[in-house]
């Protein structure tokens, strides 16, 4: 690491994106680490890589390498003594990867797959030791702290299981795994440390200082709370509840030698794993399906084909036209000269499939916007429009000198718009199919409603102030705006603390995300496995696969 930098890298940070969890958004985690003079950070996001691009980008800017990371809960197996031999769930914990290289990317992808996917419906993500085992390669562990299964089986007295769980690692990671000590001032953290200690010593594995930051400084640890009880459905006056501590904060490296002056290479550690580290995931040009013709002819000879049989069959069908015929073959010619050109005949094969299907199974759909101004769009079945009749200019649609892809957009009956999905999924795979994540924020008047059920406050006087929250349509107002603008919001802060204590935190946790859920308009078609381009997720409300990234 180059001279001047702290000598000290977080490993185990949690973004906005640790949803109802992470209170830091990937702005902020940027920020936090060039004050902090910090070359590098982790940021391990709870079962999940939806931040990865917003978090890269922003750290890329500020001049700090990005470490791509993700926590996990690895559920372990254990022997049925009803059935010799037969594996059953065993306890679980969590552990945290990061990434190498791309190799190391590619297993992530996989593992943050299907710690959603290949689990039973109901069941918390997880990963499991077969799939460690098979997707691993320049993927560092770190043994995931307190919540780690390492420290559950020491607090708990299994020596035995846990000197087994290190052999374990060692032998799949090698020394790609590092003994994970946290100090917090939590319970379990003090009464697992000499043990694991004693285990790193005995099997020569190194030890690593780590902090889990969830939010930027001590003075959020109450609105921090809050999120977590909003995520629970439980009470912040509530005794048997999930709890951090006010040291969950982003520490400075001097904060983090200081707490491990005792064991110094704990510290030193978290600069040589970010030394090991050295993959920034980068943006891709598109990817388009490969559109196999069952005449077994090319993409671009089966568009030719279907575009011109199309084209004679449209003509046939209709009473006038309104320029020569000729037009219409010049027209088609040029068009195709461009689709083959810029190498798009298997996204309209694909498009021209499935509207085809669509119509013949009566399903309502509907084209818009400027694909209506090709005629190849217009033989192929996807359009219903004739260009030529009304003087639409293809290049509005298709341009070679702005090369941008083509867009159809396309509205299909909201009812039976499942029916086409599970079409395309059946046609191209369902590993190459999935919907788009989207996410969704904690807006003013929500905050207000979450915040003030978790406070225990008067349902009725919250119900109150989140209807003096004015918001018109297709506009988002923050909390203090609203404020500013209703004096009897700004009385009620001034003159009532429980309503101020209600706006202070609220205020601190707009903004961030309260949940994943499926976007209504888009579906993904790889050419391969959608997990070895983009992790992927399920939304728990639909049984098909949505992208981690939005």
């Given amino acids: ?190 009464a697992a440390e000499p043990h694991l200690a004693a285990l790193a010593y005995e099997h020569k594995v190194p030890l690593v200082a780590s902090n889990e930051p969830f939010f930027a400084k001590p003075d959020m640890f109450p609105a921090h709370d809050a999120l977590l009880c909003i995520a629970a459905g439980s009470f912040v006056l509530e005794d048997n509840r999930r709890r951090e501590t006010a040291e969950h904060y982003f520490k400075s490296a001097d904060e983090m030698a200081e707490l491990f002056a005792d064991v110094p290479e704990a510290i030193e550690n978290t600069i040589e794993i970010a030394k090991r580290c050295a ?137 039976r718009r499942g029916e086409v999905i599970r079409y395309v999924q059946d046609k191209y795979g369902h590993d190459r199919v999935a919907q788009i994540i989207t996410f969704g924020t904690l807006q003013a008047r929500a905050a207000i409603r979450d915040v003030g059920r978790v406070l225990q406050m008067p349902q009725g006087q919250v119900d109150r102030i989140a209807k003096m929250i004015k918001v018109q349509p297709g506009q988002s107002i923050t909390l203090r705006q609203a404020i500013e603008q209703e004096p009897r919001l700004q009385e009620m802060e001034n003159q009532e603390d429980s309503v101020a204590r209600l706006f202070e935190i609220a205020g601190r946790l707009e903004g961030l995300y309260r949940h994943a859920s499926t976007h209504a308009a888009g579906v993904v078609i790889g050419d391969r496995p959608l997990d070895e381009i983009v992790p992927l997720y399920r939304d728990p409300s639909s049984d098909m696969p949505v992208t981690q990234f939005d």
């Fill in 1 to 190: 690491m180059a001279s001047g930098h702290a000598n000290f890298v977080h490993l185990r940070v949690h973004s906005a994106f640790s949803l109802l969890e992470g209170a830091m958004q990937p702005d902020e985690i940027a920020k936090l680490c060039k004050a902090n003079r910090m070359p590098a950070v982790a940021v391990t996001d709870t079962n999940n890589l939806f931040g990865l691009y917003d978090i890269t980008d922003a750290l890329v800017k500020a001049g700090v390498q990005p470490i791509v990371g993700c926590q996990l809960v690895l559920q372990s197996e254990s022997a049925d003594p009803r059935r010799s031999g037969t594996a059953q769930a065993g306890p679980s914990g969590t552990i945290a990867l990061l990434v190498q290289s791309e190799a190391g990317y590619a297993n992530l992808m996989k593992l943050a797959s299907k710690a959603h996917l290949d689990v039973k419906p109901g069941d918390t993500p997880h990963v499991t030791w077969s799939m460690l085992e098979q997707y691993n390669q320049d993927l560092i562990l770190l043994s995931g702290g307190p919540k780690g299964l390492l420290n559950k089986l020491v607090v708990a007295g299994q020596t035995d299981a846990a000197r087994d769980l290190v052999q374990r690692f060692v032998r799949v990671f090698g020394d790609r795994f590092y003994i994970e000590l946290q100090r917090h001032g939590m319970a379990d953290e003090i």
């Fill in 279 to 415: 993959f920034i995931p980068k943006k891709r040009s598109p990817i388009l399906p490969q559109y196999v013709a069952t005449s077994g002819l090319s993409p671009e000879e089966e568009l030719r084909a279907q575009a011109e049989a199309g084209l004679k069959a449209r003509l046939a069908a209709t009473d006038k036209l309104y320029v020569p015929e000729k037009d219409y073959w010049d027209r088609l010619n040029y068009e195709l000269d461009v689709i083959i050109r810029m190498k798009f005949p298997g996204y309209f094969l694909i498009v021209s499939d499935f509207m085809k299907w669509t119509r013949a199974q009566g399903i309502p759909v509907g084209v818009r916007g400027s694909g209506a101004s090709s005629v190849v769009a217009w033989g192929l079945q996807i359009t219903a429009l004739d260009p030529l009749r009304f003087g639409l200019v293809f290049e509005r649609f298709l341009n070679p000198e702005r090369i941008s892809m083509p867009d159809f957009d396309i509205d299909f009956c909201q009812d």
